[in-house]
T-cell receptor
């Protein structure tokens, strides 16, 4: 079983839509969680860390459910510029990071 | 600050040739990593170095070697390149401490083609 699993998508949504991504992780002892964004042929960049109480950054909201071992990302009022692949990342022991395979988002005019 | 830098950006090799991918970070991070990413796939960890002086295998280490030259630099060597090693290689670094703040920072990647 993979450490981190995500729906690969693609999610095709119109501008202005709200879209949600989920991912699940297998190691219940994991302590740190992140969402990264990756544009085509570019390096991944941190979108936001995920705090235990949930956190919001503008149009983006991240939630953590430790009991069910899943993390979510909600994007409100989607923009064309949000089109990218979103990577769910979980930090495990020995400072190792585990990446989901990514969820592709296409925002259409 | 340059962050994480990688050289070269592009490389074409013939089967059996060797090469070293260079990575350096100027953020004084303890941990450094090498990943490969193939089309339609996620990042797969090749090797990592939790702190200076240590290296460990990741998910796909076969055909690669690494050297943690000092705290700043972490190189990846392909001794005898194979077409299966055609990929985009990313180097990353992070601080060695717990908490939601110590994310990974990535270099721009090296696009390697093995003919």
């Amino acid at each position: 079983r993979k450490e981190v699993e995500q729906d690969p998508g693609p999610f095709n949504v119109p501008e202005g839509a709200t879209v949600a991504f989920n991912c699940t992780y297998s190691n219940s002892a994991s302590q740190s969680f992140f969402w990264y964004r990756q544009d085509c042929r570019k390096e991944p960049k941190l979108l936001m860390s995920v705090y235990s109480s949930g956190n919001e950054d503008g149009r983006f909201t991240a939630q953590l459910n430790r009991a069910s071992q899943y993390i979510s990302l909600l994007i409100r009022d989607s923009k064309l510029s949000d089109s990218a692949t979103y990577l769910c990342v979980v930090k495990g022991n020995f400072n190792k990071f585990y990446f989901g395979s990514g969820t592709k988002l296409n925002v259409k005019p | 600050n340059a962050g994480v830098t990688q050289t070269p950006k592009f490389q074409v090799l013939k089967t059996g040739q060797s090469m070293t991918l260079q990575c350096a970070q100027d953020m004084n991070h303890n941990s450094m990593y090498w990943y490969r990413q193939d089309p339609g796939m996620g990042l797969r960890l090749i090797y990592y170095s939790a702190s200076e002086g240590t290296t460990d295998k990741g998910e796909v280490p076969n055909g690669y070697n690494v050297s943690r030259l000092n705290k700043r630099e972490f190189s990846l060597r392909l001794e005898s390149a194979a077409p299966s090693q055609t990929s985009v290689y990313f180097c990353a670094s992070s601080e060695l401490r717990a908490g939601p703040y110590n994310e990974q920072f990535f270099g721009p990647g090296t696009r390697l083609t093995v003919l």
